[in-house]
């Protein structure tokens, strides 16, 4: 059963450029390093679950980069980040069904509006959710129980 969820939307991302897909979209070089900044503090409250870590990501490349910088800073190989087409499609049925078989803590990497619908969801309360933002809930009963938000983090700042 899953113990906690993380929800992380991704870092500041380029616009869509001619012949490109969203999909494709990366990270602007300043988003990069503003995240790199910012997620070694913004992620130590999770250093004593490191064991049961499970890192998800869409598989959009901002998201992918995303998930590569959380798992540098947690000290995770970014080789485990798996990843789910439920947070690319934004999918809230699909996604809750893969949750209901995790177990242990899952950080999860996708974007807007689907990390900021299941951010208000979960909190039971509109929260807004910038590039960047990381949120965790303690799920005592798993994804059919109450959420509790332990803490949020305000995505950094990009100049």
Known sequence: ?????VLIRHGDAEGRRLGETDFQRRLTPSGLRALKEAYPSMLIPLADDLDELQVWSSEAVRARQTAEVACDALGVASEA?????SLYAQDYDGFFGELAVAEGVVVAVGHIP??????SDLAGRAMAFPKGSVACF?????????????WFERGPKVW
């Not at 689907?114 to 951010?119: G, R, S, T």
């Not at 303690?138 to 332990?150: F, N």
């Open 81 to 85: 980040i798996e990843f789910h087409q």
């Open 138 to 150: 303690d799920m005592p009963g798993g994804v059919t129980g109450r959420a509790t938000l332990l």
């Open 1 to 5: 059963m899953i113990r906690k969820l």
């Open 114 to 119: 689907f990390m900021e619908e299941l951010c």
